[in-house]
């Protein structure tokens, strides 16, 4: 099902905007303002994400491919990052590399910050 953002010609202050749906081909949301319009989109991507970061968790758990032949264990990631970054793992062990984090990668603080 796709959605359109269509602009509301004569809308009401910030609320000029409506979303349609070819699904039902009908108006779904109507004199929403921009933070709104932001909000349900990134609502509507979230859990998309979530549903595929799911589905892989559980293929990974049952021991299947969720990239199918470019699905790596922890060992051959673990070495590939090694041999790709030397300089970087140096100092480290292997078995520290499980240490690194999502939050030393992504700064998940502008995730959230949807009024931008």
């Not at 609320?15 to 039902?24: I, P, R």
């Not at 062990?93 to 959230?112: F, G, P, R």
Request: a negative charge.
């Amino acid at each position: 099902m796709s959605r359109q953002i269509i602009r509301i010609p004569d809308g009401q202050g910030d609320y000029k905007w409506a979303l349609w749906s070819t699904g039902v081909d009908d108006f779904v949301g109507y004199f929403v303002d921009d933070a709104e319009l932001i909000r349900y989109h990134c609502a509507r991507a979230y859990e998309a994400e979530r549903e595929s970061v799911i589905k892989i968790i559980q293929a990974l758990e049952a021991d299947e491919k969720p990239y199918h032949q470019f699905t790596l264990t922890w060992d051959e990631a673990s070495q590939r990052a090694y041999e790709c970054h030397p300089e970087q793992y140096e100092v480290m062990h292997k078995e520290d590399i499980a240490y690194l984090h999502v939050e030393d990668v992504l700064n998940t603080e502008d995730l959230y910050d949807l009024d931008d």
